[in-house]
Protein backbone atom coordinates (compact mmCIF):
# COMPACT_ATOMS: atom_id res chain seq x y z
CA UNK A 1 0.00 0.00 0.00
CA UNK A 2 2.93 2.80 1.03
CA UNK A 3 4.42 1.54 -2.56
CA UNK A 4 1.06 1.87 -4.12
CA UNK A 5 0.49 5.95 -2.47
CA UNK A 6 4.04 7.19 -3.21
CA UNK A 7 3.71 6.12 -6.81
CA UNK A 8 0.02 7.71 -6.99
CA UNK A 9 1.23 10.97 -5.19
CA UNK A 10 4.48 10.97 -7.73
CA UNK A 11 1.88 10.77 -11.00
CA UNK A 12 -0.36 13.24 -9.34
CA UNK A 13 3.18 15.65 -9.38
CA UNK A 14 4.34 15.11 -12.40
CA UNK A 15 0.63 15.79 -13.91
CA UNK A 16 0.30 19.17 -11.24
CA UNK A 17 -2.41 17.78 -9.97
CA UNK A 18 -1.55 19.41 -6.45
CA UNK A 19 -4.70 18.37 -4.70
CA UNK A 20 -4.53 15.02 -5.55
CA UNK A 21 -1.31 14.82 -4.27
CA UNK A 22 -2.12 16.34 -0.83
CA UNK A 23 -5.16 14.00 -0.48
CA UNK A 24 -2.78 10.89 -1.28
CA UNK A 25 0.16 12.37 0.33
CA UNK A 26 -1.68 13.13 4.03
CA UNK A 27 -2.88 9.33 3.82
CA UNK A 28 0.86 8.00 3.26
CA UNK A 29 1.84 10.02 6.07
CA UNK A 30 -0.92 9.01 8.24
CA UNK A 31 0.29 5.12 7.46
CA UNK A 32 3.66 5.26 7.72
CA UNK A 33 4.58 8.54 10.10
CA UNK A 34 8.15 8.54 7.94
CA UNK A 35 10.01 12.21 8.08
CA UNK A 36 10.65 11.36 4.37
CA UNK A 37 6.87 11.55 3.66
CA UNK A 38 6.30 14.38 5.55
CA UNK A 39 8.82 16.39 3.84
CA UNK A 40 7.34 15.02 0.70
CA UNK A 41 3.42 16.64 1.64
CA UNK A 42 5.36 19.69 2.81
CA UNK A 43 7.35 20.03 -0.95
CA UNK A 44 3.38 19.66 -2.58
CA UNK A 45 2.40 22.63 0.03
CA UNK A 46 5.46 24.84 -0.84
CA UNK A 47 4.82 23.86 -4.52
CA UNK A 48 0.86 25.30 -4.65
CA UNK A 49 2.62 28.78 -2.76
CA UNK A 50 0.57 27.23 0.86
CA UNK A 51 3.98 28.52 2.49
CA UNK A 52 3.10 29.17 6.32
CA UNK A 53 0.89 25.64 6.12
CA UNK A 54 4.50 24.36 5.03
CA UNK A 55 6.27 25.57 8.05
CA UNK A 56 3.06 24.35 10.19
CA UNK A 57 3.36 20.88 9.27
CA UNK A 58 7.31 20.73 9.46
CA UNK A 59 7.24 21.94 12.98
CA UNK A 60 5.50 18.91 13.70
CA UNK A 61 7.71 16.02 14.90
CA UNK A 62 10.99 19.10 14.92
CA UNK A 63 11.47 18.15 11.62
CA UNK A 64 13.08 21.56 10.98
CA UNK A 65 15.52 20.91 13.30
CA UNK A 66 15.93 17.14 12.81
CA UNK A 67 16.93 17.13 9.31
CA UNK A 68 18.52 19.49 6.59
CA UNK A 69 16.42 19.10 4.04
CA UNK A 70 13.13 20.27 6.18
CA UNK A 71 15.22 22.75 7.52
CA UNK A 72 15.89 24.33 4.07
CA UNK A 73 12.23 24.10 3.17
CA UNK A 74 11.42 25.98 6.19
CA UNK A 75 13.74 28.80 5.71
CA UNK A 76 12.69 28.82 2.11
CA UNK A 77 9.36 29.74 2.86
CA UNK A 78 10.34 32.70 5.62
CA UNK A 79 11.77 34.03 2.46
CA UNK A 80 9.07 33.51 0.30
CA UNK A 81 6.79 35.07 2.53
CA UNK A 82 9.55 38.46 3.46
CA UNK A 83 10.47 37.52 6.78
CA UNK A 84 14.09 37.61 6.38
CA UNK A 85 15.69 37.81 9.58
CA UNK A 86 13.38 34.29 10.53
CA UNK A 87 15.02 32.72 7.68
CA UNK A 88 18.33 33.48 9.08
CA UNK A 89 17.40 32.66 12.72
CA UNK A 90 16.50 29.34 10.78
CA UNK A 91 19.22 28.60 8.35
CA UNK A 92 22.18 29.90 11.16
CA UNK A 93 24.58 32.53 10.56
CA UNK A 94 27.79 29.96 10.13
CA UNK A 95 28.77 28.08 6.73
CA UNK A 96 29.52 24.96 7.13
CA UNK A 97 32.67 25.62 4.87
CA UNK A 98 34.03 21.95 6.21
CA UNK A 99 32.33 20.67 3.61
CA UNK A 100 33.69 22.15 1.03
CA UNK A 101 35.93 20.31 -1.10
CA UNK A 102 38.97 21.39 -2.97
CA UNK A 103 40.02 20.76 -6.65
CA UNK A 104 42.74 17.67 -6.65
CA UNK A 105 42.38 17.04 -2.92
CA UNK A 106 43.59 13.93 -2.20
CA UNK A 107 41.25 11.57 -0.18
CA UNK A 108 43.42 11.09 3.20
CA UNK A 109 42.64 8.68 6.37
CA UNK A 110 42.40 10.11 9.77
CA UNK A 111 46.12 9.92 10.91
CA UNK A 112 47.75 9.08 14.19
CA UNK A 113 50.88 10.81 15.02
CA UNK A 114 53.05 9.97 18.77
CA UNK A 115 53.35 12.31 21.37
CA UNK A 116 56.72 11.86 21.56
CA UNK A 117 57.55 12.34 18.29
CA UNK A 118 54.83 15.55 17.71
CA UNK A 119 53.51 17.54 20.34
CA UNK A 120 50.19 18.66 20.68
CA UNK A 121 47.31 20.00 22.80
CA UNK A 122 44.92 16.89 22.41
CA UNK A 123 45.84 13.77 23.33
CA UNK A 124 43.96 10.44 23.39
CA UNK A 125 44.51 7.80 26.38
CA UNK A 126 47.00 5.42 23.84
CA UNK A 127 49.65 8.85 24.02
CA UNK A 128 48.74 9.72 20.25
CA UNK A 129 46.79 12.59 19.14
CA UNK A 130 43.99 13.17 16.80
CA UNK A 131 44.63 15.56 13.69
CA UNK A 132 41.89 17.64 12.21
CA UNK A 133 40.17 15.35 10.02
CA UNK A 134 40.70 16.72 6.62
CA UNK A 135 38.07 18.47 4.48
CA UNK A 136 37.32 15.39 2.08
CA UNK A 137 36.93 13.02 5.33
CA UNK A 138 34.47 15.11 6.98
CA UNK A 139 32.42 15.60 3.47
CA UNK A 140 32.30 11.90 2.80
CA UNK A 141 31.03 11.19 6.01
CA UNK A 142 27.75 13.28 5.29
CA UNK A 143 24.81 11.78 3.12
CA UNK A 144 24.79 13.98 -0.37
CA UNK A 145 21.35 14.57 0.24
CA UNK A 146 22.21 16.68 3.39
CA UNK A 147 25.20 17.86 1.39
CA UNK A 148 23.35 19.52 -1.28
CA UNK A 149 21.05 20.71 1.26
CA UNK A 150 23.40 22.46 2.72
CA UNK A 151 25.11 23.90 -0.30
CA UNK A 152 21.19 25.33 -0.86
CA UNK A 153 21.09 26.95 2.98
CA UNK A 154 24.31 28.72 2.11
CA UNK A 155 22.85 29.69 -1.03
CA UNK A 156 19.54 30.84 0.85
CA UNK A 157 21.83 32.90 3.34
CA UNK A 158 23.17 34.74 0.59
CA UNK A 159 19.81 35.32 -0.93
CA UNK A 160 18.99 37.05 2.97
CA UNK A 161 22.15 38.96 3.15
CA UNK A 162 21.75 40.59 -0.40
CA UNK A 163 17.87 41.82 0.80
CA UNK A 164 19.82 42.88 3.28
CA UNK A 165 22.31 45.18 1.39
CA UNK A 166 24.88 43.20 2.84
CA UNK A 167 26.56 41.84 -0.44
CA UNK A 168 30.05 41.11 0.84
CA UNK A 169 28.66 38.37 3.00
CA UNK A 170 25.88 37.27 0.16
CA UNK A 171 29.08 36.59 -2.02
CA UNK A 172 30.89 34.51 0.51
CA UNK A 173 27.44 32.47 0.70
CA UNK A 174 26.99 31.83 -2.73
CA UNK A 175 31.01 30.67 -3.29
CA UNK A 176 30.30 28.44 -0.38
CA UNK A 177 27.70 27.38 -1.53
CA UNK A 178 28.73 26.52 -5.40
CA UNK A 179 32.50 25.40 -3.22
CA UNK A 180 30.19 22.27 -1.62
CA UNK A 181 27.79 21.84 -3.91
CA UNK A 182 29.24 22.81 -7.43
CA UNK A 183 25.73 21.77 -9.14
CA UNK A 184 24.27 24.61 -7.31
CA UNK A 185 23.74 26.82 -10.25
CA UNK A 186 21.94 29.34 -8.27
CA UNK A 187 24.61 29.93 -6.15
CA UNK A 188 26.74 30.35 -9.11
CA UNK A 189 24.16 32.31 -11.21
CA UNK A 190 23.79 34.85 -9.17
CA UNK A 191 27.43 35.58 -8.28
CA UNK A 192 27.63 36.22 -12.37
CA UNK A 193 24.22 38.31 -12.68
CA UNK A 194 24.98 40.19 -9.77
CA UNK A 195 28.90 40.82 -11.11
CA UNK A 196 29.74 40.37 -7.88
CA UNK A 197 32.88 39.09 -8.79
CA UNK A 198 36.04 41.05 -11.41
CA UNK A 199 36.32 39.32 -14.47
CA UNK A 200 39.53 37.99 -13.21
CA UNK A 201 38.30 36.60 -9.56
CA UNK A 202 35.50 34.50 -11.88
CA UNK A 203 38.04 32.52 -13.96
CA UNK A 204 40.04 32.09 -10.53
CA UNK A 205 36.63 30.82 -8.37
CA UNK A 206 36.12 28.51 -11.53
CA UNK A 207 39.47 26.95 -11.32
CA UNK A 208 38.89 26.51 -7.49
CA UNK A 209 35.82 24.37 -7.94
CA UNK A 210 35.58 20.85 -7.75
CA UNK A 211 34.02 19.18 -10.63
CA UNK A 212 34.98 15.73 -9.81
CA UNK A 213 32.62 15.80 -6.91
CA UNK A 214 29.98 14.91 -9.99
CA UNK A 215 28.81 11.64 -9.94
CA UNK A 216 27.04 9.68 -12.60
CA UNK A 217 25.36 6.17 -11.68
CA UNK A 218 28.72 5.22 -9.82
CA UNK A 219 30.35 5.49 -13.20
CA UNK A 220 33.54 6.89 -13.38
CA UNK A 221 34.29 6.94 -17.31
CA UNK A 222 30.65 9.31 -17.58
CA UNK A 223 31.19 11.17 -14.47
CA UNK A 224 34.10 12.53 -15.98
CA UNK A 225 32.47 13.63 -19.12
CA UNK A 226 29.93 15.04 -16.95
CA UNK A 227 32.31 16.94 -14.72
CA UNK A 228 33.84 18.43 -17.85
CA UNK A 229 30.54 19.04 -19.74
CA UNK A 230 29.82 21.45 -16.51
CA UNK A 231 32.51 23.34 -15.98
CA UNK A 232 32.13 24.00 -19.99
CA UNK A 233 28.42 25.25 -19.59
CA UNK A 234 29.56 27.49 -16.45
CA UNK A 235 32.82 28.91 -18.62
CA UNK A 236 29.97 30.43 -21.16
CA UNK A 237 28.93 32.42 -17.85
CA UNK A 238 31.45 33.85 -17.30
CA UNK A 239 32.54 37.48 -18.00
CA UNK A 240 33.39 38.45 -21.83
CA UNK A 241 36.05 41.21 -20.93
CA UNK A 242 38.56 38.69 -20.43
CA UNK A 243 39.71 34.98 -22.06
CA UNK A 244 38.00 35.54 -25.02
CA UNK A 245 39.77 32.39 -26.68
CA UNK A 246 38.97 30.28 -23.84
CA UNK A 247 34.91 31.44 -23.75
CA UNK A 248 35.33 30.66 -27.78
CA UNK A 249 36.62 27.26 -27.14
CA UNK A 250 33.71 26.77 -24.71
CA UNK A 251 31.27 27.68 -27.33
CA UNK A 252 32.51 25.40 -29.75
CA UNK A 253 32.75 22.78 -27.93
CA UNK A 254 29.10 22.90 -26.63
CA UNK A 255 27.72 23.25 -29.95
CA UNK A 256 29.77 20.49 -31.97
CA UNK A 257 30.02 17.43 -29.75
CA UNK A 258 26.38 17.83 -27.67
CA UNK A 259 24.63 19.85 -30.43
CA UNK A 260 24.16 23.04 -28.19
CA UNK A 261 24.71 25.56 -30.90
CA UNK A 262 21.02 26.97 -30.83
CA UNK A 263 20.24 26.52 -27.14
CA UNK A 264 19.07 30.03 -25.92
CA UNK A 265 21.77 30.44 -23.19
CA UNK A 266 24.34 29.52 -25.28
CA UNK A 267 23.33 32.32 -27.98
CA UNK A 268 22.80 34.79 -25.25
CA UNK A 269 26.39 34.39 -24.02
CA UNK A 270 27.55 34.77 -27.93
CA UNK A 271 25.17 37.84 -27.83
CA UNK A 272 26.67 39.26 -24.82
CA UNK A 273 30.61 38.86 -26.26
CA UNK A 274 28.92 40.63 -29.47
CA UNK A 275 27.03 43.18 -27.87
CA UNK A 276 30.68 43.80 -25.72
CA UNK A 277 32.27 44.16 -28.76
CA UNK A 278 30.20 46.50 -30.47
CA UNK A 279 28.81 44.43 -32.65
CA UNK A 280 25.34 45.08 -32.26
CA UNK A 281 23.78 44.40 -35.49
CA UNK A 282 25.48 40.65 -35.11
CA UNK A 283 24.51 40.46 -31.29
CA UNK A 284 20.75 41.20 -32.30
CA UNK A 285 20.29 38.63 -34.71
CA UNK A 286 21.26 36.17 -32.31
CA UNK A 287 18.71 38.06 -29.54
CA UNK A 288 16.29 37.95 -32.39
CA UNK A 289 16.82 33.88 -33.34
CA UNK A 290 16.08 33.12 -29.35
CA UNK A 291 12.68 35.28 -29.11
CA UNK A 292 12.12 34.41 -32.46
CA UNK A 293 10.89 30.40 -30.80
CA UNK A 294 10.43 31.68 -27.36
CA UNK A 295 9.14 35.76 -26.89
CA UNK A 296 9.21 36.13 -23.48
CA UNK A 297 12.91 35.39 -22.77
CA UNK A 298 13.33 36.84 -19.92
CA UNK A 299 17.48 36.30 -19.75
CA UNK A 300 17.91 37.48 -23.55
CA UNK A 301 15.54 40.71 -23.76
CA UNK A 302 18.32 42.88 -22.12
CA UNK A 303 20.66 42.23 -24.70
CA UNK A 304 18.02 42.51 -26.87
CA UNK A 305 16.31 45.92 -26.55
CA UNK A 306 19.96 47.39 -25.54
CA UNK A 307 21.20 46.56 -29.27
CA UNK A 308 17.59 47.49 -30.54
CA UNK A 309 18.54 50.89 -28.72
CA UNK A 310 21.95 51.02 -30.10
CA UNK A 311 21.32 50.52 -33.55
CA UNK A 312 17.80 53.02 -33.40
CA UNK A 313 15.58 50.96 -33.94
CA UNK A 314 12.76 52.46 -32.43
CA UNK A 315 9.58 51.13 -33.69
CA UNK A 316 10.81 47.73 -33.01
CA UNK A 317 11.70 49.04 -29.59
CA UNK A 318 7.69 50.47 -29.46
CA UNK A 319 5.95 46.88 -30.69
CA UNK A 320 8.00 45.39 -28.19
CA UNK A 321 7.24 47.49 -25.22
CA UNK A 322 4.09 47.56 -25.79
CA UNK A 323 3.62 43.77 -25.94
CA UNK A 324 5.47 43.08 -22.89
CA UNK A 325 3.44 45.51 -20.96
CA UNK A 326 0.35 44.05 -21.31
CA UNK A 327 0.99 40.43 -21.27
CA UNK A 328 3.63 40.28 -18.46
CA UNK A 329 2.74 43.85 -16.07
CA UNK A 330 5.03 42.01 -12.97
CA UNK A 331 8.13 41.38 -15.17
CA UNK A 332 10.46 44.15 -14.28
CA UNK A 333 11.87 43.49 -17.55
CA UNK A 334 8.41 44.57 -19.24
CA UNK A 335 8.83 47.90 -17.71
CA UNK A 336 12.74 48.29 -18.78
CA UNK A 337 11.77 47.99 -22.54
CA UNK A 338 9.45 50.70 -21.81
CA UNK A 339 11.98 52.80 -20.39
CA UNK A 340 14.36 51.80 -23.32
CA UNK A 341 12.05 52.83 -25.88
CA UNK A 342 11.41 56.63 -24.20
CA UNK A 343 14.99 56.92 -23.60
CA UNK A 344 15.58 56.10 -27.49
CA UNK A 345 12.88 58.98 -28.45
CA UNK A 346 14.53 61.44 -25.78
CA UNK A 347 11.64 61.58 -23.42
CA UNK A 348 14.04 61.41 -20.44
CA UNK A 349 11.41 61.66 -18.17
CA UNK A 350 9.37 59.24 -18.99
CA UNK A 351 12.27 56.74 -19.02
CA UNK A 352 13.64 57.36 -15.65
CA UNK A 353 9.95 56.88 -14.50
CA UNK A 354 9.69 53.48 -16.08
CA UNK A 355 13.68 52.48 -15.16
CA UNK A 356 12.85 53.49 -11.51
CA UNK A 357 9.50 51.24 -11.75
CA UNK A 358 11.52 47.89 -12.55
CA UNK A 359 14.61 48.66 -9.94
CA UNK A 360 11.82 48.90 -7.33
CA UNK A 361 10.03 45.55 -8.64
CA UNK A 362 13.53 44.03 -8.75
CA UNK A 363 16.08 46.14 -6.27
CA UNK A 364 19.21 44.07 -7.78
CA UNK A 365 17.93 44.20 -11.55
CA UNK A 366 21.34 46.02 -13.16
CA UNK A 367 20.10 47.07 -16.30
CA UNK A 368 17.37 49.23 -15.03
CA UNK A 369 19.64 51.12 -12.22
CA UNK A 370 22.24 51.43 -15.13
CA UNK A 371 19.40 53.07 -17.64
CA UNK A 372 18.16 55.30 -14.47
CA UNK A 373 21.74 56.71 -14.26
CA UNK A 374 21.60 57.22 -18.18
CA UNK A 375 18.90 59.13 -18.02
CA UNK A 376 20.11 62.09 -15.78
CA UNK A 377 23.79 61.88 -17.64
CA UNK A 378 21.40 62.27 -20.60
CA UNK A 379 20.27 65.70 -19.42
CA UNK A 380 23.37 66.95 -17.77
CA UNK A 381 22.53 66.29 -14.50
CA UNK A 382 25.97 65.05 -12.93
CA UNK A 383 24.81 65.03 -9.35
CA UNK A 384 22.21 62.76 -9.74
CA UNK A 385 23.49 60.84 -12.38
CA UNK A 386 26.64 60.58 -9.71
CA UNK A 387 24.51 59.46 -6.97
CA UNK A 388 22.91 56.81 -9.32
CA UNK A 389 25.66 55.27 -10.71
CA UNK A 390 27.08 55.03 -6.99
CA UNK A 391 24.10 53.09 -6.20
CA UNK A 392 25.15 50.81 -8.91
CA UNK A 393 28.44 50.10 -8.21
CA UNK A 394 27.53 49.52 -4.82
CA UNK A 395 25.28 46.85 -5.97
CA UNK A 396 27.25 45.54 -8.65
CA UNK A 397 30.60 45.57 -7.27
CA UNK A 398 32.47 43.39 -9.77
CA UNK A 399 31.98 45.04 -13.10
CA UNK A 400 33.82 48.09 -14.07
CA UNK A 401 30.92 49.73 -15.79
CA UNK A 402 29.20 52.03 -13.00
CA UNK A 403 33.04 53.25 -11.80
CA UNK A 404 33.35 54.39 -15.57
CA UNK A 405 30.56 55.99 -15.62
CA UNK A 406 31.03 57.85 -12.74
CA UNK A 407 34.50 58.40 -13.68
CA UNK A 408 33.17 60.37 -17.46
CA UNK A 409 30.62 62.66 -15.58
CA UNK A 410 33.60 63.72 -13.11
CA UNK A 411 35.34 64.52 -16.44
CA UNK A 412 32.51 66.42 -17.58
CA UNK A 413 32.68 68.41 -14.00
CA UNK A 414 36.10 68.47 -14.98
CA UNK A 415 36.80 67.34 -11.32
CA UNK A 416 40.12 65.64 -13.05
CA UNK A 417 41.51 63.70 -9.85
CA UNK A 418 38.11 62.36 -8.87
CA UNK A 419 37.88 61.07 -13.01
CA UNK A 420 41.27 59.53 -12.68
CA UNK A 421 40.70 57.79 -9.19
CA UNK A 422 37.28 56.47 -10.09
CA UNK A 423 38.81 55.49 -14.15
CA UNK A 424 42.04 53.37 -11.87
CA UNK A 425 39.25 51.82 -9.96
CA UNK A 426 37.48 50.01 -13.30
CA UNK A 427 41.19 49.71 -14.87
CA UNK A 428 42.29 47.54 -11.70
CA UNK A 429 38.78 45.52 -12.82
CA UNK A 430 39.07 45.34 -16.44
CA UNK A 431 42.02 46.42 -18.25
CA UNK A 432 40.65 45.57 -21.88
CA UNK A 433 37.39 47.63 -22.14
CA UNK A 434 38.20 49.80 -25.38
CA UNK A 435 35.58 52.88 -23.80
CA UNK A 436 37.59 52.52 -20.65
CA UNK A 437 40.72 52.87 -22.44
CA UNK A 438 39.46 55.89 -24.17
CA UNK A 439 38.60 57.62 -21.47
CA UNK A 440 41.73 57.44 -19.60
CA UNK A 441 42.88 58.85 -22.61
CA UNK A 442 41.03 61.73 -22.31
CA UNK A 443 42.17 62.32 -18.56
CA UNK A 444 45.74 62.75 -19.69
CA UNK A 445 44.91 64.37 -22.77
CA UNK A 446 43.44 67.57 -20.47
CA UNK A 447 45.86 66.97 -17.61
CA UNK A 448 48.91 67.89 -20.75
CA UNK A 449 50.48 64.01 -20.42
CA UNK A 450 50.41 64.11 -24.04
CA UNK A 451 51.91 60.39 -24.08
CA UNK A 452 50.52 58.48 -21.89
CA UNK A 453 47.11 59.72 -23.49
CA UNK A 454 48.15 59.02 -27.17
CA UNK A 455 49.21 55.10 -25.78
CA UNK A 456 45.80 54.86 -24.10
CA UNK A 457 43.71 55.55 -27.51
CA UNK A 458 46.13 53.66 -29.01
CA UNK A 459 45.65 51.06 -26.70
CA UNK A 460 41.71 51.31 -27.20
CA UNK A 461 41.81 51.01 -31.42
CA UNK A 462 44.11 48.15 -30.72
CA UNK A 463 41.24 46.10 -28.58
CA UNK A 464 38.25 47.30 -30.96
CA UNK A 465 40.51 46.04 -33.86
CA UNK A 466 40.96 42.66 -32.39
CA UNK A 467 37.22 42.41 -31.35
CA UNK A 468 36.01 43.26 -34.71
CA UNK A 469 34.16 46.24 -33.49
CA UNK A 470 32.51 47.98 -35.97
CA UNK A 471 35.15 51.15 -36.58
CA UNK A 472 32.46 53.68 -37.12
CA UNK A 473 31.63 53.14 -33.48
CA UNK A 474 35.54 54.56 -32.43
CA UNK A 475 36.03 57.56 -35.04
CA UNK A 476 35.42 59.62 -31.39
CA UNK A 477 38.64 57.95 -29.86
CA UNK A 478 40.49 57.81 -33.79
CA UNK A 479 39.49 62.09 -33.14
CA UNK A 480 40.78 61.93 -29.69
CA UNK A 481 44.05 60.64 -31.20
CA UNK A 482 44.45 62.51 -33.70
CA UNK A 483 44.20 66.12 -31.25
CA UNK A 484 47.00 64.42 -28.81
CA UNK A 485 49.09 63.33 -31.36
CA UNK A 486 48.84 67.37 -32.64
CA UNK A 487 49.02 68.41 -29.55
CA UNK A 488 52.23 66.43 -29.13
CA UNK A 489 53.83 67.87 -32.52
CA UNK A 490 53.55 64.33 -34.18
CA UNK A 491 51.66 66.36 -37.07
CA UNK A 492 52.23 64.22 -40.05
CA UNK A 493 50.35 61.56 -37.95
CA UNK A 494 47.68 63.56 -36.96
CA UNK A 495 47.05 64.44 -40.40
CA UNK A 496 46.86 60.56 -41.37
CA UNK A 497 44.50 60.13 -38.32
CA UNK A 498 42.07 63.35 -39.88
CA UNK A 499 41.81 61.80 -43.04
CA UNK A 500 41.28 58.42 -41.90
CA UNK A 501 38.34 59.79 -40.08
CA UNK A 502 37.59 61.39 -43.06
CA UNK A 503 37.57 58.44 -45.52
CA UNK A 504 34.77 56.56 -42.85
CA UNK A 505 32.08 59.64 -44.72
CA UNK A 506 32.20 61.82 -42.10
CA UNK A 507 30.91 65.26 -43.04
CA UNK A 508 31.86 67.02 -39.82
CA UNK A 509 33.11 70.80 -40.39
CA UNK A 510 35.31 70.55 -37.17
CA UNK A 511 37.06 67.44 -38.55
CA UNK A 512 37.99 69.47 -41.77
CA UNK A 513 38.68 72.53 -39.67
CA UNK A 514 41.15 70.48 -37.74
CA UNK A 515 42.73 68.76 -40.73
CA UNK A 516 43.01 72.93 -41.86
CA UNK A 517 44.59 73.72 -38.24
CA UNK A 518 47.01 71.03 -39.09
CA UNK A 519 48.39 71.67 -42.46
CA UNK A 520 48.81 75.15 -41.48
CA UNK A 521 50.99 74.33 -38.75
CA UNK A 522 53.17 72.01 -41.70
CA UNK A 523 53.11 75.09 -43.70
CA UNK A 524 51.44 73.65 -46.79
CA UNK A 525 48.52 76.11 -46.80
CA UNK A 526 46.99 75.51 -50.09
CA UNK A 527 45.75 72.19 -49.04
CA UNK A 528 44.65 74.10 -45.68
CA UNK A 529 42.42 76.48 -47.93
CA UNK A 530 40.89 73.22 -49.46
CA UNK A 531 40.46 71.43 -46.28
CA UNK A 532 38.94 74.77 -44.88
CA UNK A 533 36.67 75.34 -47.86
CA UNK A 534 35.21 71.51 -47.37
CA UNK A 535 34.33 72.45 -43.48
CA UNK A 536 32.18 75.63 -44.81
CA UNK A 537 30.74 73.58 -47.88
CA UNK A 538 29.30 71.59 -45.30
CA UNK A 539 28.66 74.96 -41.95
CA UNK A 540 28.74 78.10 -44.45
CA UNK A 541 28.80 80.36 -41.07
CA UNK A 542 30.85 78.52 -39.40
CA UNK A 543 33.70 81.51 -37.63
CA UNK A 544 36.15 79.00 -37.10
CA UNK A 545 36.69 77.75 -40.53
CA UNK A 546 36.32 81.33 -41.95
CA UNK A 547 38.94 82.87 -39.68
CA UNK A 548 41.53 79.92 -40.36
CA UNK A 549 40.59 80.75 -43.75
CA UNK A 550 41.51 83.58 -44.24
CA UNK A 551 44.57 83.16 -42.72
CA UNK A 552 45.69 80.54 -44.76
CA UNK A 553 44.65 82.44 -47.69
CA UNK A 554 46.85 85.41 -46.64
CA UNK A 555 49.78 82.90 -45.77
CA UNK A 556 49.68 81.49 -49.57
CA UNK A 557 49.24 84.92 -51.77
CA UNK A 558 52.37 86.26 -49.49
CA UNK A 559 54.18 82.75 -49.84
CA UNK A 560 55.41 83.67 -46.51
CA UNK A 561 56.38 81.82 -43.22
CA UNK A 562 53.00 82.10 -42.01
CA UNK A 563 54.24 78.86 -39.41
CA UNK A 564 57.56 78.17 -37.81
CA UNK A 565 58.79 75.35 -35.73
CA UNK A 566 59.15 75.86 -32.02
CA UNK A 567 61.11 74.35 -29.47
CA UNK A 568 60.65 70.40 -28.92
CA UNK A 569 59.40 69.94 -32.89
CA UNK A 570 56.05 72.10 -31.54
CA UNK A 571 54.40 74.22 -34.91
CA UNK A 572 52.90 77.69 -33.89
CA UNK A 573 51.26 80.28 -35.68
CA UNK A 574 52.86 83.62 -35.36
CA UNK A 575 50.59 86.31 -36.57
CA UNK A 576 47.62 85.82 -34.18
CA UNK A 577 48.92 86.31 -30.03
CA UNK A 578 45.24 84.51 -29.66
CA UNK A 579 46.27 81.32 -31.47
CA UNK A 580 46.36 79.03 -28.19
CA UNK A 581 42.76 80.40 -27.25
CA UNK A 582 41.24 79.81 -30.69
CA UNK A 583 42.86 76.41 -30.76
CA UNK A 584 41.25 75.15 -28.03
CA UNK A 585 37.83 76.87 -28.77
CA UNK A 586 38.41 74.68 -32.14
CA UNK A 587 38.60 71.71 -30.39
CA UNK A 588 35.45 72.80 -27.59
CA UNK A 589 33.48 72.79 -30.53
CA UNK A 590 34.42 69.47 -32.20
CA UNK A 591 33.14 68.00 -28.83
CA UNK A 592 30.07 69.94 -29.13
CA UNK A 593 29.50 68.52 -32.62
CA UNK A 594 30.72 65.07 -32.00
CA UNK A 595 28.16 65.26 -29.08
CA UNK A 596 25.47 65.79 -30.88
CA UNK A 597 26.43 63.14 -33.35
CA UNK A 598 26.26 60.99 -30.95
CA UNK A 599 23.33 61.47 -28.43
CA UNK A 600 21.30 59.17 -29.45
CA UNK A 601 23.60 56.45 -28.71
CA UNK A 602 22.54 56.56 -24.60
CA UNK A 603 23.66 53.19 -23.09
CA UNK A 604 21.51 50.90 -21.89
CA UNK A 605 22.69 46.71 -20.20
CA UNK A 606 26.93 42.66 -17.77
CA UNK A 607 26.07 43.43 -16.46
CA UNK A 608 26.91 41.23 -15.43
CA UNK A 609 27.18 43.13 -16.94
CA UNK A 610 28.23 41.27 -16.78
CA UNK A 611 27.80 42.58 -16.03
CA UNK A 612 27.01 44.70 -15.26
CA UNK A 613 27.60 47.23 -15.56
CA UNK A 614 27.62 44.26 -18.25
CA UNK A 615 27.21 44.30 -16.86
CA UNK A 616 25.94 45.48 -16.45
CA UNK A 617 25.70 43.43 -17.62
CA UNK A 618 25.42 41.25 -19.71
CA UNK A 619 23.65 41.20 -18.21
CA UNK A 620 23.07 45.48 -18.49
CA UNK A 621 22.14 47.93 -20.39
CA UNK A 622 24.70 49.50 -23.00
CA UNK A 623 27.44 50.89 -21.88
CA UNK A 624 28.60 51.58 -24.76
CA UNK A 625 26.37 54.74 -26.29
CA UNK A 626 27.04 56.13 -23.02
CA UNK A 627 30.52 55.97 -23.07
CA UNK A 628 30.69 57.40 -26.70
CA UNK A 629 28.72 60.29 -25.59
CA UNK A 630 30.86 61.24 -22.95
CA UNK A 631 34.10 60.17 -24.99
CA UNK A 632 33.47 62.96 -27.73
CA UNK A 633 32.28 65.44 -25.41
CA UNK A 634 36.48 65.36 -23.93
CA UNK A 635 37.47 65.02 -26.85
Not at 226 to 231: R, V
Request: hydrophobic residues 40%; proline residues 3%; contains cysteine.
Amino acid sequence: MEKYLREWRQEALNRHQYDTAIFVADKLLALTGEDHDAFWLAQVHFTTGNYNRTQSLLARGNLTERTPQCRYLSAHCSIKLGKTEEALQILGDKNPTHLISAPGSARQKLRHVDVNTRAGPRHNKTGARHERVPTSEERDREHVDNIKSEAGMCYLRGVCYAKQNSFDRAKDCYKTAVQIDVQCFEAFDALMANSLMSPEEEWKFLESLNFDTINVSSNPSLSQEAAQFTKTLYTTRLSKYTRPEEFANATETLSTHYNLGDNPDILLSKADLMFTHCRFREALALTSSVLSSDKYNFNVLPVHLASLHELGETNTLFLLAHDLADSNPSEPCSWLAVGIYYLSISRIAEARRYFSKASMMDPHFGPAWIGFAHTFAAEGEHDQAISAYSTAARLFQGTHLPQLFLGMQNLQLNNLSLAREYLKTAYDLCANDPLLLNEMGVVYFHEEQLLDAIQFFRRALTFAEQNDADPDAWLPTRINLAHALRKYGQLEEALATFEEVLRHGVKDPNVFTAKGLVLLELNRSWEAVIALHEALAVSPQDPMATDLLNRALEANEADSGLIEAGPGCEMRLLEDSKEEEEIEELERRMNGRLRELEQNRVAGRRGRRRRHAQGIAADDLSAFGESMLVDSDEG
